[in-house]
């Protein structure tokens, strides 16, 4: 029942921006995009996410397109450190709360 | 600051047995939830407790499977009869108040089942 799909791996040089992309074609009008990443045995870790205006933060930035079909998530500046497997994500509503579907990810590797 | 924890971290048992998991969510925090991730795979909802209160569950949640928080503060994750396709990392996560949903992941106890 995935929403989201990604590529399945990806490479970046360090100190080169690293672009990943996903298309969530089926996304309602209410439902933001999230955006994790997973770094080997670990939990997942919250990066940024948003429904329809493009957002930055301290650690990424994301462009969702004006049909709201896919979005891209930007690390500006990739480091060794953000080697991972990056999840996009959209949040659908339920019983009170929202809950995550998540997609199989991008597995993300930062090459010196 | 401490964040969301969950115990044991690893857990190796033989088929047939029962395995209960406990997750400890961000203190503030009253809503929390468990997934289940297999290998290479994205995690996946298994179910949400708002305080003690268990308001979802997937139907991914087979009848072996209970999940409980009781005065809604810690919670529990038991499954009956183990099962070799029981085996991945059971992820927990909690998200605060109203408004703020983003849900933080707990390291997550890995169940290996022989």
């Known amino acids: 029942d995935a929403k989201t799909t990604q590529p399945t791996s990806m490479d970046c040089a360090e100190g080169r921006a690293a672009n990943l992309p996903c298309n969530h074609s089926?996304?309602?009008?209410?439902?933001?995009v999230y955006w994790y990443r997973q770094i080997h045995s670990q939990g997942p870790q919250y990066i940024i996410h948003?429904?329809?205006n493009n957002e930055t933060n301290e650690m990424a930035s994301l462009i969702i397109t004006e049909d709201r079909k896919s979005s891209t998530l930007i690390l500006p500046h990739a480091t060794l450190r953000d080697t991972a497997v990056y999840y996009c994500?959209?949040?659908?509503?339920?019983?009170?709360?929202?809950?995550?579907?998540f997609g199989t990810g991008t597995r993300l590797k930062v090459l010196a | 600051d401490t964040g969301v924890s969950q115990n044991p971290r690893h857990k190796i048992t033989k088929r047939g047995q029962n395995v209960t998991f406990r997750c400890d969510p961000i203190?503030?925090?009253?809503?929390l939830y468990w997934y289940r991730q297999t290998l290479g795979q994205g995690p996946e909802f298994l179910t949400y407790?708002?305080?003690?209160?268990?308001?979802?569950k997937s139907r991914l949640l087979s009848d072996r499977f209970s999940a409980e928080r009781p005065k809604g503060s810690f919670s529990t994750l038991e499954i009956q009869r183990t099962e070799q396709g029981d085996s991945a990392m059971y992820l927990c996560?909690?998200?605060?108040?109203?408004?703020?949903?983003?849900?933080?992941f707990g390291p997550g106890t890995r169940l290996t089942v022989t």
């Open positions: 203190s503030e925090h009253n809503r």
């Open positions: 089926t996304i309602s009008g209410n439902e933001y």
């Open positions: 996560a909690s998200s605060g108040i109203a408004g703020a949903y983003e849900q933080y």
């Open positions: 948003g429904l329809k």
């Open positions: 994500i959209v949040r659908v509503a339920t019983s009170g709360t929202y809950k995550y579907i």
């Open positions: 407790f708002q305080n003690e209160a268990q308001l979802e």
